[in-house]
């Protein structure tokens, strides 16, 4: 069981229990821009659990950080995830800096389509915060925008569903490199 504190400047972090020579396990990452909604936060946490991918959490939540309000979406895969909680836009750029990680934001107001993107194994997948999207500052520092094309007319997709999609094609171009 994971001890979510409720302090508001610390970075914590929870190893995943898939080894890391496993076929699963990618240096591929998915961050959530201040997400509002517990509910997708922990189906997306399951999904990067299951394909072995790391977890960023860009704080402040629109709910409180807790085992309990993830269990219903994340159920028992949450002991199986490497989640990073960053207390800031700003400390998790500077994190990213550090490493070197190529950052690719998306958001409906772009205009690539994510199926024609070359995705790397030092991809951040950031996605926005469901009610909102993410700030200016953010699209700045993006590498990338990518969009997930939808029928017009519609707004969006759930953000849950959109880091699947996105996770899906990234993983397909990374296994297989030639395609």
């Given at each position: 069981?994971?001890e ?32 509002d ?110 969009v ?14 959109t ?17």
């Open positions: 069981m994971h979510f504190r409720s302090q508001r400047c610390f970075i914590e972090t929870f190893p995943a229990r898939t080894a890391p020579d496993t076929a699963l396990a990618h240096p591929m990452q998915i961050a959530l821009f201040q997400p909604i517990a509910q997708n936060t922990g189906t997306i946490l399951r999904l990067c659990a299951c394909l072995g991918v790391a977890a960023h959490i860009i704080e402040p939540a629109g709910f409180p950080f807790s085992d309990r309000l993830f269990r219903r979406a994340g159920m028992d895969y949450l002991d199986h995830v490497s989640v990073t909680r960053h207390d800031s836009w700003s400390k998790f750029e500077d994190w990213r800096a550090t490493q070197g990680y190529r950052l690719l934001l998306f958001t409906t107001k772009a205009a690539t389509d994510y199926r024609d993107f070359h995705y790397q194994t030092s991809d951040i997948l950031l996605f926005g915060r469901e009610s909102a999207g993410v700030t200016d500052a953010v699209v700045e520092a993006a590498d990338a925008r990518l997930i094309p939808i029928t017009a007319g519609l707004r969006s997709l759930n953000v849950a569903m880091a699947a999609m996105a996770a899906g094609e990234a993983l397909r171009q990374l296994r297989n490199p030639q395609v």
